[in-house]
Antibody, heavy 120, light 110 residues
Framework: QVHLVESGGGVVQPGRSLRLSCAASGFTFRNYGMHWVRQAPGKGLEWVATISYDRSNGYYADSVKGRFTISRDNSKSTLYLQMNSLRADDTAVYYC?????????????WGQGTLVSVSS | QSALTQPPSASGSPGQSVTISCTGTSSDVGGYNYVSWYQQHPGKAPKLMIY???KRPSGVPDRFSGSKSGNTASLTVSGLQAEDEADYYC??????????FGGGTKLTVL
């Protein structure tokens, strides 16, 4: 079955960087678009970024555009999120999510999430 | 990229039906049949309940149903059970390979 395992979260100071990873298994990773979705403490879900199946394009929410970069290594079935210039309002649980299509239509599977806390 | 609008809360007694609305625009909910719904219990990851407006994944009880009219999608839970108490989020494709979520609805089973 589909398994998505995020890692790389932790406590980081404002302005610093962090890279999240998501190891995927149970499906042909290279055939599907992937997303990062976050959830601030006590808040709702917020779409962050999407990458196409072939790494050709990344798409971003306005709130992270220019600061975050989504990437993937299909040879390792791994998704990444490079987060730069972190701010306090980036504090959230970050979920890795699989799309049903080769780019973006809807999410069919979610990881368990990794917590990022931005604090001085 | 404005969030879809959901009521903050909804409730019903066991066995009753409850409907949660999700209002967007013609650029998201009204423009595509890629509306999905997710159930999230406290401390857990979201779980897909409905996709493509009204389709149920394997394993989701048929008590859960979805529909759409214009710019508003709806999730109906019939025959409420205690385990249905959770947060529910709608989601829509919003063009240019972007997604948008609703603010979430806390469903309470009285």
């Amino acid at each position: 079955q589909v398994h998505l395992v995020e890692s790389g979260g932790g406590v980081v100071q404002p302005g610093r960087s962090l890279r999240l990873s998501c190891a995927a298994s149970g499906f042909t990773f290279r055939n599907y678009g992937m997303h990062w979705v976050r959830q601030a403490p006590g808040k709702g879900l917020e779409w962050v970024a999407t990458i196409s199946y072939d790494r050709s394009n990344g798409y971003y929410a306005d709130s992270v555009k220019g600061r975050f970069t989504i990437s993937r290594d299909n040879s390792k079935s791994t998704l990444y999120l490079q987060m730069n210039s972190l701010r306090a309002d980036d504090t959230a649980v970050y979920y890795c999510a699989k799309d049903e299509s080769y780019v973006s239509s809807w999410v069919d599977y979610w990881g368990q999430g990794t917590l990022v806390s931005v604090s001085s | 990229q404005s969030a879809l609008t959901q009521p903050p809360s909804a409730s019903g007694s066991p066995g009753q039906s409850v409907t949660i609305s999700c209002t967007g625009t013609s650029s998201d909910v009204g423009g595509y049949n890629y509306v999905s719904w997710y159930q999230q219990h406290p401390g857990k990851a979201p779980k897909l309940m409905i996709y493509e407006v009204s389709k149920r994944p394997s394993g989701v009880p048929d008590r859960f149903s979805g529909s759409k009219s214009g710019n508003t999608a709806s999730l109906t839970v019939s025959g409420l059970q205690a385990e249905d108490e959770a947060d529910y989020y709608c989601n829509s494709y919003a063009g240019r390979n972007t997604l948008v979520f609703g603010g979430g609805t806390k469903l309470t089973v009285l």
